[in-house]
């Protein structure tokens, strides 16, 4: 995968709300002199009023992204600008007051309130920091947010999180990030850890209140089919680089890059019926420590030729609107069951960098580097 | 694995559960809580049958049981504060108000259970070979060079790479999905008979689920191993089962082989299930069918039907007496519901719902 470029990037004459030009974050690991490239150089933009759903595995740099956007901790290079403001430039107390047009929504809504609290309290509290309106003022506007998403504010005076379900929890946190007013919020896997009927609530949720306070939002998840549901523009992200950008609809009809149609070909299709489509892939992501050459996906790829270790693809576009970084984009799903054979039976070298699996090095647990033993 | 090797790890198995019949058998099982509250009827009165080597899909949302009745049958649970009732029959065994001590020697030997955090039930500070070759040595009596080589060719099973290599790392080196398959390994290490999954995938990225899912798939196939899988995706166990039981509020509400229940489901439970997952094909933006409320109280779960509160279709008969399990077509598909999908009171109230725009139809349904 992919790619750098910008060619996806829209013009001055949308009304662009956050615009996020060639971001780059890297972390040391330990004292090693490597880095973890977690996100390397990717850019995009989010019109106003629009949804924007970023997916991908775990560690493909999609809540890297989200944190470096809002400045926690800031990029290590790259712009980002929200609201025609650059916030990279901007000082420690004008960013705090930045952040209140941006919220967040997180995915485990029971460890996202605090326990020992009241939940109207906790909804409360951001006014209360702020200093927005009088007392009264205050309680007015959260006990009309907590009705909007669906909480009893009689109940929320005396309960704490732990006496909701998860469900409620998260429209708990929504209530949270609206108080502010905000314009954008930024949800990170906000359904991945509800049941499917819960989660199809707050997914509905989310998108009347996006039309009643006129949001913009970033929907962070890897469940494609409900990326698909919340979002009008999508764009897939692996190793820390985007693959794909494109509208919601057009991608999932015409997905054009390798890694996205592995993705859609996993998703269990939920009919006995239907055909499974091939799914098998060589080996998981690879280290962000050492990506590897060119496109970081071809040593997964099934398409993948010379040219594609050794020069990155950039992003162009392929149908309107729709854009792909790869150099052999693929019409309709690919096998990749005979592609998986081959290599296996072959096991050459390029299939065994895909197979490295993270291991650690001393002292930094967490932080994965490739395997040298192989 | 093949059935040679599987031999090679049981030598001269003369396994109780070898006879004839049902491999699993659970009878109007009952587990209930008691709490400061009251009692919790958290699995109430479930009745099923599972034939060695197939795979059952147990499915609902969260408090709906499935959790408490595979930890029930595999007595998993603590003795104080819990009630059990009912039967639960393996093969010639009774396991009900089996002592831990008493199932020890059918834990890993003849069943073993797959858990949905592959981080917190590893143990972080052991190496990935003592916690594969533990298993082998206590209930195997392998010695330690046995139990090694053993364990490398699980983990090559399980289709890890550098087997070897993996034996002497911890835990916290490995992905989330190697470390799924670890505790697949694990728990196929004594050659059960049935492997409860709890949700083995829910932690896990899609593209890894699959993988997961495929090769808990094919080591039943391998293995002629029961499998119980626990989840609330249909879309999981409508790929990976032979049958389907969906539970609601601690009861078994529909039961049916995997293709009959998807062709022909009878509650509008199992069917407002089914409609909530976002679907590919439909356009974005598409009005998600919800199901309002969540599920009910478990100490006094709603008279009548317990999903009638929720329920787009119920009527006064269905919040005054409880639907028995009444049998479908299929003699093998058994449903608890008055007003099942298809039936005149379900079309007409569906017509009214159409008309009021309340529904979300899907292209099939609409057909």
Same mark, same amino acid.
């Given at each position: 995968?992919?790619?750098?470029?910008?060619?996806?990037?829209?013009?001055?004459?949308?009304?662009?709300?956050?615009?996020?030009?060639?971001?780059?974050?890297?972390?040391?690991?330990?004292?090693?002199?490597?880095?973890?490239?977690?996100?390397?150089?990717?850019?995009?933009?989010?019109?106003?009023?629009?949804?924007?759903?970023?997916?991908?595995?775990?560690?493909?740099?999609?809540?890297?992204?989200?944190?470096?956007?809002?400045?926690?901790?800031?990029?290590?290079?790259?712009?980002?600008?929200?609201?025609?403001?650059?916030?990279?430039?901007?000082?420690?107390?004008?960013?705090?007051?930045?952040?209140?047009?941006?919220?967040?929504?997180?995915?485990?809504?029971?460890?996202?309130?605090?326990?020992?609290?009241?939940?109207?309290?906790?909804?409360?509290?951001?006014?209360?920091?702020?200093?927005?309106?009088?007392?009264?003022?205050?309680?007015?506007?959260?006990?009309?947010?907590?009705?909007?998403?669906?909480?009893?504010?009689?109940?929320?005076?005396?309960?704490?999180?732990?006496?909701?379900?998860?469900?409620?929890?998260?429209?708990?946190?929504?209530?949270?990030?609206?108080?502010?007013?905000?314009?954008?919020?930024?949800?990170?896997?906000?359904?991945?850890?509800?049941?499917?009927?819960?989660?199809?609530?707050?997914?509905?949720?989310?998108?009347?209140?996006?039309?009643?306070?006129?949001?913009?939002?970033?929907?962070?998840?890897?469940?494609?089919?409900?990326?698909?549901?919340?979002?009008?523009?999508?764009?897939?992200?692996?190793?820390?680089?985007?693959?794909?950008?494109?509208?919601?609809?057009?991608?999932?009809?015409?997905?054009?890059? #390798?890694? @996205?149609?592995?993705?859609? /070909?996993?998703? =269990? $299709? &939920? %009919?006995?019926?239907?055909?499974?489509?091939?799914?098998?892939?060589?080996?998981?992501?690879?280290?962000?420590?050492?990506?590897?050459?060119?496109?970081?996906?071809?040593?997964?790829?099934?398409?993948?030729?010379?040219?594609?270790?050794?020069?990155?693809?950039?992003?162009?576009?392929?149908?309107?609107?729709?854009?792909?970084?790869?150099?052999?984009?693929?019409?309709?799903?690919?096998?990749?069951?005979?592609?998986?054979?081959?290599?296996?039976?072959?096991?050459?070298?390029?299939?065994?960098?895909?197979?490295?699996? #993270?291991? @650690?090095?001393?002292?930094? /647990?967490?932080? =994965? $580097? &490739? %395997?040298?033993?192989? | 694995?093949?059935?040679?090797?599987?031999?090679?790890?049981?030598?001269?198995?003369?396994?109780?559960?070898?006879?004839?019949?049902?491999?699993?058998?659970?009878?109007?099982?009952?587990?209930?809580?008691?709490?400061?509250?009251?009692?919790?009827?958290?699995?109430?009165?479930?009745?099923?049958?599972?034939?060695?080597?197939?795979?059952?899909?147990?499915?609902?949302?969260?408090?709906?049981?499935?959790?408490?009745?595979?930890?029930?049958?595999?007595?998993?649970?603590?003795?104080?504060?819990?009630?059990?009732?009912?039967?639960?029959?393996?093969?010639?065994?009774?396991?009900?108000?089996?002592?831990?001590?008493?199932?020890?020697?059918?834990?890993?030997?003849?069943?073993?259970?797959?858990?949905?955090?592959?981080?917190?039930?590893?143990?972080?500070?052991?190496?990935?070979?003592?916690?594969?070759?533990?298993?082998?040595?206590?209930?195997?009596?392998?010695?330690?060079?046995?139990?090694?080589?053993?364990?490398?060719?699980?983990?090559?099973?399980?289709?890890?790479?550098?087997?070897?290599?993996?034996?002497?790392?911890?835990?916290?080196?490995?992905?989330?999905?190697?470390?799924?398959?670890?505790?697949?390994?694990?728990?196929?290490?004594?050659?059960?008979?049935?492997?409860?999954?709890?949700?083995?995938?829910?932690?896990?990225?899609?593209?890894?689920?699959?993988?997961?899912?495929?090769?808990?798939?094919?080591?039943?196939?391998?293995?002629?191993?029961?499998?119980?899988?626990?989840?609330?995706?249909?879309?999981?166990?409508?790929?990976?089962?032979?049958?389907?039981?969906?539970?609601?509020?601690?009861?078994?509400?529909?039961?049916?082989?995997?293709?009959?229940?998807?062709?022909?489901?009878?509650?509008?439970?199992?069917?407002?299930?089914?409609?909530?997952?976002?679907?590919?094909?439909?356009?974005?933006?598409?009005?998600?069918?919800?199901?309002?409320?969540?599920?009910?109280?478990?100490?006094?779960?709603?008279?009548?039907?317990?999903?009638?509160?929720?329920?787009?279709?119920?009527?006064?008969?269905?919040?005054?007496?409880?639907?028995?399990?009444?049998?479908?077509?299929?003699?093998?598909?058994?449903?608890?519901?008055?007003?099942?999908?298809?039936?005149?009171?379900?079309?007409?109230?569906?017509?009214?719902?159409?008309?009021?725009?309340?529904?979300?139809?899907?292209?099939?349904?609409?057909?």
């Amino acid at each position: 995968m992919a790619g750098t470029g910008d060619a996806h990037l829209r013009g001055s004459d949308a009304d662009i709300l956050l615009r996020v030009d060639d971001l780059v974050v890297e972390f040391p690991v330990g004292r090693t002199g490597l880095k973890v490239h977690a996100v390397s150089g990717i850019s995009f933009d989010i019109a106003r009023g629009e949804t924007l759903g970023l997916v991908g595995e775990s560690g493909c740099g999609k809540s890297t992204t989200r944190r470096a956007v809002m400045q926690l901790p800031e990029p290590t290079s790259g712009a980002v600008t929200f609201e025609g403001r650059e916030l990279t430039s901007l000082s420690r107390s004008e960013m705090r007051e930045a952040r209140t047009h941006m919220q967040m929504i997180f995915q485990d809504p029971i460890s996202s309130l605090n326990p020992r609290r009241k939940v109207r309290d906790i909804v409360l509290e951001p006014l209360h920091i702020w200093k927005k309106g009088t007392k009264a003022e205050r309680e007015t506007l959260v006990d009309k947010v907590l009705e909007d998403v669906g909480i009893d504010p009689e109940r929320a005076k005396t309960s704490q999180a732990h006496e909701f379900s998860g469900g409620q929890c998260q429209r708990i946190s929504i209530a949270r990030a609206l108080v502010l007013d905000p314009a954008l919020i930024i949800c990170d896997e906000p359904v991945s850890a509800l049941d499917v009927s819960v989660q199809a609530q707050v997914i509905n949720l989310l998108e009347d209140l996006k039309e009643r306070y006129g949001l913009t939002l970033v929907f962070i998840a890897h469940d494609l089919a409900v990326v698909k549901n919340i979002s009008d523009r999508v764009a897939v992200m692996y190793l820390g680089k985007l693959c794909e950008v494109g509208p919601s609809d057009e991608l999932y009809r015409q997905p054009l890059h #390798p890694y @996205t149609n592995l993705l859609l /070909a996993s998703i =269990p $299709v &939920p %009919d006995p019926e239907a055909e499974a489509l091939p799914h098998e892939v060589v080996g998981e992501p690879p280290s962000p420590v050492l990506p590897p050459s060119g496109c970081r996906f071809h040593p997964r790829c099934p398409n993948a030729q010379d040219r594609c270790s050794a020069e990155e693809p950039k992003l162009r576009e392929m149908g309107e609107g729709h854009f792909v970084a790869c150099h052999f984009p693929v019409e309709g799903i690919v096998s990749w069951d005979e592609t998986v054979l081959a290599r296996q039976v072959t096991a050459d070298g390029r299939a065994h960098d895909a197979r490295d699996e #993270p291991i @650690t090095v001393g002292g930094n /647990a967490t932080t =994965p $580097v &490739p %395997d040298s033993g192989g | 694995m093949t059935q040679s090797s599987r031999t090679a790890i049981r030598p001269g198995d003369t396994s109780r559960t070898d006879s004839d019949g049902p491999l699993l058998e659970v009878k109007d099982l009952q587990t209930h809580f008691k709490t400061s509250r009251g009692m919790v009827r958290a699995v109430d009165g479930v009745t099923f049958t599972l034939e060695r080597g197939k795979a059952l899909g147990v499915v609902g949302e969260s408090g709906s049981g499935k959790t408490v009745l595979a930890r029930t049958i595999m007595g998993l649970l603590p003795r104080q504060n819990v009630h059990t009732a009912g039967s639960v029959r393996f093969g010639d065994l009774d396991l009900l108000g089996r002592s831990a001590r008493e199932m020890r020697p059918l834990w890993g030997t003849e069943m073993a259970m797959v858990f949905q955090d592959p981080m917190s039930s590893l143990n972080p500070l052991m190496r990935i070979g003592k916690q594969i070759t533990e298993p082998l040595r206590f209930h195997m009596g392998m010695g330690k060079s046995d139990a090694l080589a053993t364990a490398e060719r699980l983990l090559r099973d399980v289709r890890i790479p550098e087997p070897a290599r993996r034996l002497r790392q911890y835990p916290h080196e490995l992905s989330g999905g190697m470390r799924q398959r670890v505790m697949i390994a694990i728990a196929l290490a004594c050659g059960p008979n049935m492997l409860f999954a709890d949700e083995p995938t829910t932690a896990l990225d899609v593209t890894v689920q699959a993988q997961i899912l495929d090769l808990i798939d094919e080591q039943r196939r391998d293995r002629n191993m029961a499998v119980i899988l626990v989840t609330h995706d249909l879309g999981v166990v409508a790929n990976y089962t032979d049958e389907i039981a969906v539970m609601y509020a601690g009861r078994l509400v529909e039961k049916a082989p995997t293709k009959t229940l998807f062709a022909d489901m009878k509650m509008p439970y199992t069917k407002a299930l089914l409609r909530s997952i976002p679907k590919l094909d439909l356009p974005s933006h598409t009005r998600l069918a919800t199901i309002p409320g969540r599920p009910p109280d478990l100490v006094n779960p709603p008279q009548g039907c317990r999903f009638a509160p929720r329920c787009a279709y119920a009527r006064d008969r269905c919040t005054q007496e409880e639907p028995p399990l009444i049998t479908a077509d299929d003699p093998q598909h058994t449903f608890a519901c008055w007003f099942p999908v298809g039936s005149p009171e379900h079309r007409a109230r569906d017509e009214e719902l159409a008309a009021a725009g309340n529904v979300a139809l899907t292209p099939k349904d609409a057909s």
